[in-house]
């Protein structure tokens, strides 16, 4: 097979990391890290834990919020809707409600995605304290839109 990628053959093959030492061992790191009894059942946990604090901040302030999600991905959306299915659903959103919110949780040092219509992920790192603080800081910023 490698007789057929350049240089000794046609096809082409780049990569930044490619075969790069650090990134290989970045990468069975992660490999093991993800294979461990438990892994995903705990980032699941977590991500639902950033998802029902979202939702408690939005309730607490009276801001109309649908927040979504399936495994470690989460998404949500300023509307009254109370999930969002469909690209109507999605367009009818207020984008600009989040644009507000994006700011002023990077403020709070919360970095979001900043397209309303990307999704969220967390990560295996994320501790209580994090979740907690993510969780005062939307309270807080959705308190000022």
Known sequence: IMEHIAPLG????????????LAMCAGLATLNAISEPGFHE???LKTLAVRDG????????????????????FGFFFT?????????????????????FFHGMLKEGIYLAPSAFEAGFTN??????????TTAAAKKVMATL
């Open 10 to 21: 046609p096809v082409y093959q780049a990569g930044t990391l490619s075969g790069n030492p």
């Open 54 to 73: 979202l939702k408690a901040a939005a309730d607490a302030t009276g801001i109309p919020l649908a927040v979504q999600g399936a495994g470690a991905m």
């Open 80 to 100: 009254e809707e109370p999930s969002i299915t469909r690209f109507d659903q999605v367009m009818a959103c207020d984008v600009e409600r989040f644009k507000k």
């Open 124 to 133: 295996a790192t994320l501790s209580d304290e994090d979740i907690a603080h």
């Open 42 to 44: 705990r980032l699941v």
